[in-house]
């Protein structure tokens, strides 16, 4: 990514931090295996600083939206203090195939790693991290449901698991979808906001990132408009601090 779009990508700069809408399919660092990555580009993000931001927290390569960057040390400490406490809030948009019964509701399952084989694939375990998703019905149409989810935990691939393991799966979902690596759907889950209480007596710094191109025919058919906000996430005291 060129630095002129990843600078028009920013949805919030300030002295400590700043929050990007992260596209989807571009992993945010390099892998073992080499490649492009979102990080390559932070030079650009400087403004003025002597060294590059770095990432608070992460996404996954498929999740768009919301991502937060510190632009010095102690920035940085705060933030993963902040995460690791629960501190900041994140809200994401999916649509899943099929869909709930009930308008909201709690997942509360915990997660363990597939096999040593499979990376950071991700299952349902009764031996595993304790993990807790807050879900809301945003909308329905067409066998599609619009969700709104508050992950209370922050374990790997945490939404893509919890949904498929209620009989939802992400549209698009490579590893935990119905039709796996064979459906070419994009991955539809975004981190539509967060809310950050960087500076106590201050109110949090909020962002909240626009619809990604591929996920919009679906959310209009779940009843999704342009004009349609979200609530901004209030900071609770969860522990999300993985990447989605």
């Known amino acids: 990514m060129n630095p002129e779009d990843l600078i028009g990508r920013l949805l919030h700069r300030d002295g400590l931090m700043l929050i990007l809408d992260k596209p989807a399919g571009v992993p945010v660092h390099r892998g073992p295996k080499g490649g492009e990555s979102l990080e390559d580009g932070f030079d650009a993000l400087r403004f003025g600083l002597p060294r590059a931001p770095a990432l608070a927290h992460r996404l996954d390569r498929d999740t768009s939206g919301c991502l937060v960057l510190g632009r010095h040390r102690k920035a940085l400490e705060k933030l993963g203090l902040l995460f690791k406490q629960g501190r900041i809030a994140k809200t994401y948009w999916a649509v899943v195939e099929g869909g709930p019964a009930d308008p909201e509701g709690l997942i509360d399952l915990p997660l363990g790693r597939r096999d040593a084989s499979r990376g ?12 807790q998703t807050r879900w809301r019905v945003m909308g329905q149409a067409d066998g599609l449901a619009w969700l709104a989810l508050e992950p209370l935990t922050g374990r790997t691939h ?19 979808g119905r039709l796996g690596r064979d459906d070419p759907t994009p991955l539809h889950l975004h981190a539509r906001a967060i809310a950050v209480p960087m500076q106590a007596g201050k109110p949090s710094v909020t962002a909240e990132a626009p619809v990604p191109a591929h996920m919009q025919e679906a959310l209009r058919r779940c009843g999704w408009s342009d004009a349609a906000g979200s609530p901004v996430p209030q900071p609770g005291p969860n522990d999300a601090v993985g990447g989605e």
Do not use: E, F, N, T
């Open 120 to 131: 950071w694939w991700m299952k349902v375990d009764p031996l595993g991290m304790p993990s």
């Open 158 to 176: 945490q939404l893509r698991v919890h949904c498929a393991a209620q009989g939802w799966p992400m549209l698009g979902d490579p590893i935990y």
